[in-house]
């Protein structure tokens, strides 16, 4: 009756992940997207251990000997450092261009049948129109990022909240100097560095000013300025919004969202490709199931780990105070340190991160500010 079962708008990360979790569910699949790829896309360029694992439980091969392995983060600010390994597992920093390379040609061995430079204009009750061609379909995919059209066309163009940072990202042709993601605070700003090869590094800086480039954001910061004096950039700036939003609701009728059409977190976080992975997953059983209230439910559950994170890193970007006391006490008692960030890749349980979260707010308490 249809000519594909699931029908994917937005041929991203987020978008082919769906097809390929679909397609292992024995769903026929379609994306369609207007650029070619590779799609490039200003971002930090890191998995985290929880990212991979979940790439892996829908199929998707991580091209880890095509990046930079990394152990852990690292924070920098109020002069002091404080780091931490992962509790298991490790990450892998690469160019985005390289990860949604290694996506179509995964998505091509999976079965997936792909339409570049194919913009759709519009979907009907099931089909997806483009200018030259109707394609019936069971279920409509939105995978078409923060600016969603099929999100507006589904009425789901609906945010219980909606808050915009501003992200820049370049790198620069330097040999990696750790095996950690470095993390610099700053008044209302961060950089973080993520390695992505042997002699490369991302360099992203967020903020909440519009105009500010990332010749401020190395001015700020002068021990990563001091590092990367002289070094060539050895691609051209880029700029996105990264944005905390919430949807009041991710589906309706046979139309779901996934990745940042249906919300994000921070940038800050560096979860959006977790999350992508893990509604991947959760959608493809859904539509097997015939029931996207399930997908649904589901999705409320992904988005709750990384919204709390979320929340308490831009409380330390928009307090001082907070911020302050927060890296004095995660400075002087690492152990703490380690915990949130197991908690943040997803290896302790709720009550064990609340756990965790009660400490460190004793020890901010305890803390002595450093001006």
């Not at 024995?26 to 200003?42: E, T």
């Not at 390994?85 to 290694?102: E, I």
């Not at 000013?209 to 004096?229: C, K, N, W, Y």
């Amino acid at each position: 009756m249809f000519d594909t079962d699931v029908f994917v708008i937005g041929g991203g990360p987020a978008g082919l992940a769906a097809a390929i979790a679909a397609r292992a569910r024995g769903l026929r699949a379609m994306v369609a997207d207007g650029n070619r790829p590779p799609i490039d896309k200003a971002c930090g360029e890191g998995l985290m251990p929880d990212a991979i694992a979940a790439a892996g439980r829908i199929g998707i091969v991580v091209p880890e000997q095509e990046g930079f392995r990394f152990r852990g983060i690292r924070f920098h600010g109020e002069g002091r450092s404080v780091a931490a390994d992962f509790p298991r597992g490790f990450g892998v920093g690469f160019r985005r261009t390289v990860l949604h390379a290694r996506l179509v040609e995964q998505a091509a061995r999976a079965g997936v049948e792909m339409f570049w430079s194919t913009p759709v204009t519009g979907v009907e009750r099931s089909a997806v129109c483009t200018k030259d061609c109707r394609i019936s379909t069971r279920w409509i995919v939105g995978a078409d990022g923060g600016g969603s059209r099929v999100r507006r066309w589904a009425g789901l163009d609906r945010f219980a909240r909606n808050s915009r940072r501003f992200a820049y990202r370049q790198h620069f042709a330097i040999k990696p100097w750790t095996d950690f993601v470095e993390i610099y605070w700053g008044d209302a700003c961060q950089v973080y560095v993520t390695p992505v090869s042997q002699n490369e590094v991302c360099v992203a800086f967020i903020s909440r000013t519009p105009e500010a480039r990332m010749a401020d954001a190395l001015g700020r910061f002068p021990q990563l300025e001091s590092r990367l004096r002289g070094v060539a950039p050895s691609s051209i700036e880029r700029g996105a919004v990264t944005a905390t939003a919430r949807l009041s609701a991710v589906a309706r009728d046979n139309v779901a969202l996934v990745g940042d059409a249906s919300g994000s977190v921070d940038a800050i976080t560096g979860q959006g490709h977790c999350q992508a992975f893990l509604q991947s997953e959760a959608l493809a059983g859904a539509l097997m199931a015939g029931d996207l209230t399930r997908y649904a439910a589901q999705h409320r559950r992904i988005a709750l780990r990384p919204a709390v994170m979320a929340d308490m890193m831009l409380t330390m970007d928009r307090w001082p105070l907070v911020r302050r006391r927060a890296l004095s006490a995660m400075a002087a008692n690492p152990q703490s340190f380690g915990k949130l960030l197991a908690g943040h890749v997803g290896f302790l349980t709720t009550p064990q991160m609340a756990g965790a979260g009660i400490s460190l707010g004793w020890k901010m308490m305890l803390a002595k500010d450093r001006v």
